[in-house]
């Protein structure tokens, strides 16, 4: 069984804290994986006395995945989870709502971060704490997304604000809409986030 698969991150992926906590998981992967590529190398050295060996290729092999996790990890370690004062300030507000928080969509301009979205029908709403978030080129990435898995008609708006986005939401649970587009928004959005 893969390592990897032993410690899957899609079941995590949009809970509260999954940034810290899979930031943790990528340091601790890419020291193991570089481990074990410098432990095989050491290991064909002092075996063979030379390092022309059978297990230093295996080594040099085994650095692949391992620098493939050294690049995951250094993305993890840009972005922060929302902040524990801020999450219990919007759990207050978006009960009954499906969530996903610690989102990091990534498109070939730019990285988006968004510490919470709540989606409801059509709606999407999101909270961030990113100064610089620009909410035009966002709003263009994740409608190109969601109409490649044909979801059409949505709306989106990001506040950076947390009492406007909790007011939002407020008014987001009082929305009659029809909520079965929730489950494949939210698929979607996690199948495209960090």
């Known amino acids: 069984m893969k390592i990897s698969r032993m410690f899957s991150n899609d079941s995590f992926k949009g809970t509260k804290n999954y940034l810290n906590t899979q ?10 994986y ?12 002092i075996n063979t006395g030379t390092k022309v060996n ?3 290729i295996v080594a040099v092999l085994g650095c692949l995945p391992a620098s493939k996790s050294a690049v995951q990890m250094i993305m993890y370690l840009r972005y ?3 902040s524990a004062n801020d999450a219990q300030t919007i759990e207050k507000h978006s009960e009954g709502l499906s969530t996903l928080y610690d ?23 999101g909270y961030t704490t990113d100064s610089k978030f ?13 109409k490649k898995d044909n979801i059409k008609g949505t709306s989106v708006k990001i506040f950076s604000d947390l009492k406007k986005y ?13 909520e079965t587009l929730n489950e494949s ?5 996690k199948s495209v986030s960090l």
């Open 54 to 56: 059978l297990l230093t």
């Open 134 to 146: 620009d909410e035009k080129s966002f709003y263009s990435h994740i409608d190109q997304i969601l």
């Open 34 to 45: 570089f481990g074990i590529s410098l432990s095989l190398f050491a290991a064909g050295w």
């Open 166 to 178: 909790t007011a939002r939401l407020e008014q987001l649970k009082e929305l009659d809409t029809e």
């Open 23 to 32: 930031k943790k998981y990528e340091v601790l992967r890419t020291v193991i």
């Open 185 to 189: 928004i939210m698929h979607t959005l």
């Open 103 to 125: 989102m990091v969509f990534t498109s070939y301009e730019r990285n988006y971060s968004i510490g919470h979205l709540a989606v409801k029908g059509n709606t999407i709403v």
């Open 80 to 82: 922060r989870s929302l």
